[in-house]
């Protein structure tokens, strides 16, 4: 009887044990991901989870718990606790908190600016982040070496640390120039009479070339199907000349996407007139804009010679979706398109000129401004017909 | 007695024992169903993904990278990175995002907002990137796909 009893008692705490600290195991149970993960401070952890089964079927019981403070630098855990009958397993997740992160600095203004010669430089401003410190403005370093009396390109540079020793710089070109054109007011910029070589200008005439060109170009181009016809018009909402160059647009009659070289091998157009598009106008660093140019008309020269080609300045802009400021560098593009014009005897149209109003904006009687992310910068009907009739008095055969 | 004590070490030994993580993912399967959940997801070209957006796949092992062609900013890219390219590919994806918010900031400023709260996470050695409004659901299917 004793015997049975002790036997009996064995058992049952043989069966506790395997309960507890075997069965889990019999539960498929891995971590998903590495066992030890690192993110950088005020970053959302994104857990990769587990997976738990079952003789092949997924497991549900398992808890997850973590004390995970992504604000605080540190090494904190994520806990993944399956239970079976009475007893659990747990594997666990090691999340280092860290701050590998360099501070941003971003620039108010344009990363270059031109000034003429004695011309005094107004800093823009600019502000910087971190994703610890926060506002670490106050803590840039600017190191300013221009000499305002000595023509030449400058850099000021931009930099600051955060608390953990992460280092960012950022730079702005500065030009000191002895034209100071690139330096004029937004009211007083115009290309008129400059590059006068390259430049059409509308004839009295209207002449009949119109049929056989094609423009190219982003949403200004795009809605110019209630005045022309659709087959006569290539692009899409913010194109622009990079990825005119490297990338692909629609035929507006039959919404069909090529690239530029199969477009032109499948439509073989007359004339072709292209704008650079507002977000080379924007976004593109200068460098990079002459560059994207000058690939374009290489590209035109050495595999399209039957086209003739023709640049389109790009637009201005008005007070509405895009700030006011921005002008100033939509402007130097245009100053930097008729100047490439001008060196590969590319010829420029200038229309830009013609819709700015007496302070050099957009003139509101060819611009729309129906909606707050349409407001400013595409014509209204009147100035796309405008547009229309602009091309049509130019002599598009004139010989540059 | 002693075969149920065998019986029992033999089950622990085929279910619990080996490895206590995984971190192969199956990238192929993973796009092709997020694709199919998030329609009008488009594969990016590699060209143009190295000319506009700054990204060389080359320095990838390999990569599943679709953006959708509404303008909604949807996104996402799965990639393999060797442990040596990691940095130099994370700086990229950074270039790439300051591109595609420039491209969504004139008409789209929802794009905008979504590609600023993206998904960036890593499993193992794939990087993964979610651009979406749900972006948890999203990496939901993709971890799915991790044996």
New interface residues.
Partial sequence: MKKKLIIGIS?FI?FLI?CIF??????????????E?TINAN??Y?D??Y?ATLFGKEYKNVKVTDNIDNLKLGDYEVKYTVRFLFGF?T?KRTIHVVDEESPTISLDGSETIFIGKSQSYEEPGFKAEDNLDGDITDKVEVENKIDVNTVGEYVITYKVKDSSGNETSVTRNVQVQNNDFLNSSIAEFNLTGFYSKVTLVPQEQEYDYFKDVVILGDSNIRRLSNVISKNQIWGH??LYI??I????FEFQDNNQTVTFEQAMNARKPKYLIITPG??AG??MPINTYKEELQLFINNMRNKYPDTKFYFLSILPINTG??PRWEQKDINIRNYYLAEICNQNNVPFINFADVVKDSEGYAAEEYFNCSAE?DCG?HLNQVGREKLIDYIKHLDLEKEI | ?KKV?IL??L??LV?????????NLDLKKASEEVASIYTNMEDM?K??LK??YGLDVSLLDEYEIKSSSL?NGYFYAILKVDDKNTKEVKKQMDNLFKVLE??S???S?EAVKLIKNR??????NYLIYIVSEDN?AM?DVI?GY?E
Avoid: W
């Fill in positions: 058992i043989l395997i075997v069965t889990p195991f019999i539960i498929n149970f891995k971590l998903v991901g590495d066992d993960v970053h959302k994104y990769s989870g997976k397993r594997l909402d913010n990079k990825e160059n490297h990338s692909t507002i977000q924007l976004y979706t895009i992310l910068f | 007695m004590l029992f070490v089950l622990f279910t619990g024992c080996g490895k206590e993580s995984v971190t070209d060209d143009e000319a506009i303008s420039n491209q900031d004139l008409y400023p998904l960036e996470t890593s499993i193992g948890d990496y971890k991790v």
